[in-house]
Every structure is written in structure tokens, then in C-alpha cells.
Nanobody
Framework: QVQLVESGGGLVQAGGSLRLSCVAS????????MGWYRQAPGKQRELVAT???????IYAHSLKGRFTISRDNAKNTVYLQMNSLKAEDTAVYYC?????????WGKGTLVTVSS
């Protein structure tokens, strides 16, 4: 069983920054895909950024340059640094880990960007 706990969300003004953290507990390995998704009100959940099982990264094209994903394997933690935040970045941000026969989601952390 895997548990994912996100933190770091909150209210920030447009142009500001936030860093989200996702701590994984359970059987997590460095070759699991692990990353961030978000869901804005009235919209579908979408990829923000993720590490792939091959240790590469994939970013949503529109976010690359403002958002940076990083990880600390020793701490089973993935981070999302978000800079130059915009009102349209307002969403619940979810952590996800996938691998062979596994697909887990965290409960999410709310990011609200005021304009």
C-alpha cells in the first residue's frame, strides 16, 4: 500500500511562488513514475509535471519554464516549484505515483492565486 501526502498549497498573489511537496510512504522505488497533476474548477484533471519510470521528466508544455519538478529519493519526496503564478494556475494539485500494477493518488493540496 502506498500513501501520498501533499503539502505546500495556499493563497498567493499573482506573480508569487509556491513549492509543493509530496511525501510517499510504502513501497516506492526510484524507477516509479511520480509527479504532479492539477484540476481547476470545472475542468478535467491535467498533467503538470512528472518523472517517468526512466527518470526523465515530462512537463505540460504551457507550464515549462515556470514550474520545476524535483525529487529526493532518500526522502521519497517529490517537489513542485511554481514561479510567476497566474490566476489560471488556481487548482487542486495532486501527487501521483505509478508503476507495475500500481496507480496511487494523493488527496491534493489547494493552490489559489489571486489576481
Amino acid at each position: 500500500q502506498v500513501q501520498l501526502v501533499e503539502s505546500g498549497g495556499g493563497l498567493v498573489q499573482a506573480g508569487g511562488s509556491l513549492r509543493l511537496s509530496c511525501v510517499a510512504s510504502g513501497s516506492i522505488f526510484s524507477d516509479n513514475a511520480m509527479g504532479w497533476y492539477r484540476q481547476a474548477p470545472g475542468k478535467q484533471r491535467e498533467l503538470v509535471a512528472t518523472f517517468t519510470s526512466g527518470a526523465g521528466t515530462i512537463y505540460a508544455h504551457s507550464l515549462k519554464g515556470r514550474f520545476t519538478i524535483s525529487r529526493d529519493n532518500a526522502k521519497n519526496t517529490v517537489y513542485l516549484q511554481m514561479n510567476s503564478l497566474k490566476a489560471e494556475d488556481t487548482a487542486v494539485y495532486y501527487c501521483r505515483v505509478t508503476g507495475r500494477d500500481m496507480d496511487y493518488w494523493g488527496k491534493g493540496t489547494l493552490v489559489t492565486v489571486s489576481s
